[in-house]
């Protein structure tokens, strides 16, 4: 794996190379920064849902700490719990129209063809129809534990934390000279919610815990250190069940006829809680097992264990994860000042406490991440998982017209290539479904999935006019799993994960696209610009989506040796595509292929400039980047939190890092909640998600197989350093910086091949990496 040759071409390149049990440690030594600049702190108990408590989560299941004193309140969620689907009172149909339409799809084109734009309510009424039996994510209840004789009044001294390193909630204050401290957490490892209650005063501990639930589709049952809540969903019959194991140091534990378990006189009590569904990822019926096993084998497991033991198990796991990345920027925590008034006082000047918010923030994305996408469950949701309703906004489901992929921006670049194991899963799963949906609404090949998407495979048409046809959506999807393959280069992944949803949803386009008798090029049609102007033919991002998906499936097949014939017509069909990219009469990038673009137009959505980010179609210094940032600029720095998060990336594309810092603050101060989750409003993690992947485009990008080393640095972080970072083409980078110029680059690289490495330090060289050394450039 090391070769001579390869040294000697690294050395002759600047950079030198370290080999061997040195630089295998160094790679693989977690990196943390202090702990106190990881943490969410406050001095009260969360009043609010939404605004307040705190997130932890182990992928399936997701908690949101209130930290209430006479009676704690733990809300929690298991990601499959949804009503609708296949059983679901009012009837499901994935979306697929209930009745043939022959000649539908084919009218509007025609129609497109020769008025050249339709008004959404008007396509609607010919494609769309009302949705049936579509469900939401549904809050999983409540495990309370009532504290009698606990304080009246918020102690001086109370605390509620969310260590981001540990991914540990803590509550602690002082009441009656007693201290008491609760701590929290989801562990992957285990699959449970944990808790423990300690105090310094031995025998001090009575609490009482009990479910509760907003629906009335449960039992609860209590029998020695175990309650039970089992039920079915009233709407569509998915079992699910939660048990809680509770033990206990001293004192008596009693079990009430009512379904609670009482711990009375205590030194310490822990408790463990494993919760599922019968829900199953498998089209038609998306049913499996009944849950009662499971849960039952798992949090038999963790009883098994002490709280000390699954704490360790958990914060290794975590930490696995979350230390591959260290930011620093020059931050510094003001002591004793509160997350919520550090949001507060916040004034994206670039003061050291500021910083210290950013960087918080940017960590704060990827601990989100690890909590609610890990291995063995869904993806990410609208939400990320955490949801106290049983009708959360937009059912708290997966938007495929930007908000699942922006879910998943930063997961590579940011180090975290694990957490796309549910997305993966979720979109291959996607593809039955939407096989179905293609052949009978378009008479095609391959799949597609429209605006939005459910667990039970909705891949079909609603009538919300301006968000009801997203063909792309396949498509787009399907660039994450393509930049999986980029990043790790594993051919195995390509081939067997990657490359056949990819040819599927290319196979698509290759029977859908149409002429445009305008010009003869191919384009899609009808078009339409998420949730924005009319239906047209051949809208931006609609082309560049599908100039995207061709681009990746021509390379993924020539680097698997699929059949010539079907590389042939890959290139053909680009060849004759029409890129969506023209510049309109005011030096834009066009939204459509008519100019109608106007520059007083402030829409959220910027979906026409996909070709600068996610996508890669627009180089930096090119005239249609000299466009975009035309666009961008006209777009102003408004919107939601996740249209912001988008300009972050926008700007951070185009080079400008002040821009993108600008971008960045601009969220902060208007677009996120005091417990730092990001607000539409509502709330919406994309935001979070979308911020984070922000800030790695500003120090380091590779989309163009080049890794550029702190691209658009803004001038509010002159000296600092970033550790973990990966690049395409399997590289790790650290970076360390001074009076905004590199000063030091060390790539460790996870591929033999050749990486070509640009930055004002020494130009652009060219290293032949070995797997598993490290390259310096200082």
Known sequence: ????????????????????????????????????????????????????????????????????LASERLQFNEKTLWTGGPGARDGYDSGNWRSPRPDALADVRRRLDAETRLDPDTVTAALGQARTGYGAHQTFGDLRLDLPGGPDATPPDYR???????????????HEGVAHRREYLASHPDGVLAGELTADRPGSITVTLRYTSPRADFT????????????????NGLRFEAQIRVRHTGGTLTAGTDGTLTVTGADRVSFVLAAGTDYADTHPH??????????????????????????ARHVRDHRTLLDRVALDIGQQTPADVPTDQLLQEYTGTGSAADRALEALFFQYGRYLLIASSRAGSLPANLQGGWNASTAPPWSADYHVNINLQMNYWL????????????????????????????????????????????????????????????????????????????????????????????????????????????????????SYSPEHGDFTAGAAMSQQIVHDLLTNTLEAAR????????????????????????IGSWGQLQEWKTDLDSPTDDHRHVSHLFALHPGRQIEPGSRWADAAKVSLTARGDGGTGWSKAWKINFW???????????????????????????????????????????????????????IEVLPALPSSWPDGSVRGLRARGGATVDIDWAAGRATRVVLTASRTRELTVRSTLFGERTVKATAGRRYVFD
């Open 559 to 582: 680097t698997l040796g699929d059949r010539p014939a079907f590389r042939q017509q890959l290139a053909d069909t680009l060849e004759k595509l029409d890129p969506g990219l023209r």
């Open 286 to 311: 998306y049913r499996g097992a009944d849950p009662h096993a499971a849960v039952t084998a798992t949090v038999d497991r963790a009883a098994a264990r002490d709280h000390a033991a699954l704490r």
């Open 411 to 526: 997961a590579e670049a940011a180090n975290l290539a694990e957490t796309t194991a549910p997305y993966d899963r979720f979109v291959a799963a996607l593809r039955a479904p939407g096989e179905r949906t293609a052949r009978e609404m378009f008479g095609a090949r391959g799949w597609v999935v429209h605006n939005e998407t459910n667990p039970y495979g909705f891949t079909g048409v609603h009538d919300w006019a301006t968000s009801f046809w997203f063909p792309e959506a396949a498509a787009w999807l399907t660039g994450q799993l393509y930049e999986h393959y980029r990043f790790g280069g594993s051919t195995d992944y390509l081939r067997t994960t990657a490359y056949p949803l990819m040819k599927s949803a290319a196979e698509f386009w290759l029977d859908t696209l149409r002429t445009d008798p305008r010009d003869g090029s191919l384009v899609v049609t009808p």
């Open 160 to 174: 509620r934390t969310l260590d981001l390193r540990t991914a540990l909630a803590t509550v602690t204050y002082t």
């Open 652 to 706: 951070a594309r185009l080079r400008d890092g002040d821009h993108a810092h600008r971008m960045l603050a601009e969220q902060l101060r208007s677009s996120t909640l005091p417990n730092l989750w990001d607000t539409h409003p509502p709330f919406q993690i994309d935001g979070n998600f979308g911020a984070t992947s922000g800030v790695v485009e500003m120090l380091l990008q590779s989309q163009h197989d080049v």
């Open 220 to 235: 609860a049952a209590a029998t020695g250190d175990r309650i039970s809540v089992t039920g079915r969903l009233d709407d």
């Open 1 to 68: 794996m090391k070769s001579a040759a390869a040294g000697a071409a690294a050395l002759a390149a600047g950079a030198v190379p370290l080999a061997g049990p040195a630089a295998a440690a160094a790679a693989d030594t977690p990196r943390a920064e202090p702990s106190d600049e990881l943490r969410l702190w406050y001095r009260t108990p969360a009043a609010d849902w939404e605004r307040e408590t705190l997130p932890i989560g182990s992928g399936a299941l997701a908690a949101s700490v209130f930290g209430t």
